[in-house]
């Protein structure tokens, strides 16, 4: 089954609708880094990364692994062997969005699989359907409640896929 973004606050799989929030500046089909949009189009997804530090396993059929304090995701232009991978941050000079965060945003999360399978440099990345106490904007990731986070983990598995339209 596929998930499916129908507006700006409407997320939808099967009978279950949540609600959400998206980029700050909409949606897209010409992603560029940092422009705050939420690309369009059909993607699978990755693992399910949580904070068990804050959270207990979600139950879930993804494969789960715990976020560790040096564990980032690089979103630097100006390296093309990581780009838009997860690396551990010890290198100071490789651009990154942190997941070990102090607010509450990447306590759970699971990347949509945008520009990863040999990634263009500079089309994005680090787009992440991720929990939020408050359904703000997002730089262009989907950001839903706890609650709703973890209905959506129980339903889906390795094989559905987020269609964004």
Same mark, same amino acid.
């Given at each position: 089954?596929?998930?499916?973004?129908?507006?700006?606050?409407?997320?939808?799989?099967?009978?279950?609708?949540?609600? &959400? *929030?998206?980029?700050?500046?909409?949606?897209?089909?010409?992603?560029?880094?940092?422009?705050?949009?939420?690309? !369009?189009?059909?993607?699978?997804?990755?693992?399910?990364?949580?904070?068990?530090?804050?959270?207990?396993?979600?139950?879930?059929?993804?494969? &789960?692994?715990? !976020?560790? %304090?040096?564990?980032?995701? &690089?979103?630097d232009v100006?390296?093309?062997?990581?780009?838009?991978?997860?690396?551990?941050? %010890?290198? /100071?000079?490789?651009?990154h969005e /942190?997941?070990?965060? %102090?607010?509450?945003?990447?306590?759970?999360?699971?990347?949509?699989?945008?520009?990863?399978?040999?990634?263009?440099?500079? #089309?994005?990345?680090?787009?992440?359907?991720?929990?939020?106490k408050k359904?703000?904007?997002?730089?262009?990731?989907? *950001?839903?409640?706890?609650?709703?986070?973890?209905?959506?983990? #129980?339903?889906?598995? %390795?094989?559905?896929?987020?269609? !964004?339209?």
């Amino acid at each position: 089954m596929t998930i499916i973004l129908k507006n700006k606050a409407t997320l939808k799989y099967d009978e279950f609708i949540f609600k &959400c *929030n998206i980029g700050k500046r909409g949606l897209t089909r010409n992603k560029v880094e940092g422009d705050k949009k939420t690309p !369009i189009g059909k993607f699978s997804l990755g693992c399910l990364y949580y904070r068990k530090d804050r959270v207990s396993k979600p139950l879930t059929k993804l494969k &789960c692994i715990p !976020i560790k %304090r040096e564990m980032g995701w &690089c979103d630097d232009v100006k390296n093309k062997k990581f780009y838009n991978k997860i690396i551990k941050i %010890r290198k /100071k000079k490789i651009k990154h969005e /942190k997941l070990f965060r %102090r607010d509450s945003k990447y306590d759970l999360m699971i990347p949509i699989n945008y520009n990863t399978y040999k990634p263009k440099i500079g #089309k994005g990345s680090a787009i992440f359907l991720h929990v939020g106490k408050k359904l703000n904007p997002t730089l262009g990731c989907i *950001n839903l409640k706890k609650k709703d986070f973890l209905i959506l983990a #129980k339903l889906i598995n %390795r094989k559905t896929k987020i269609r !964004i339209y």
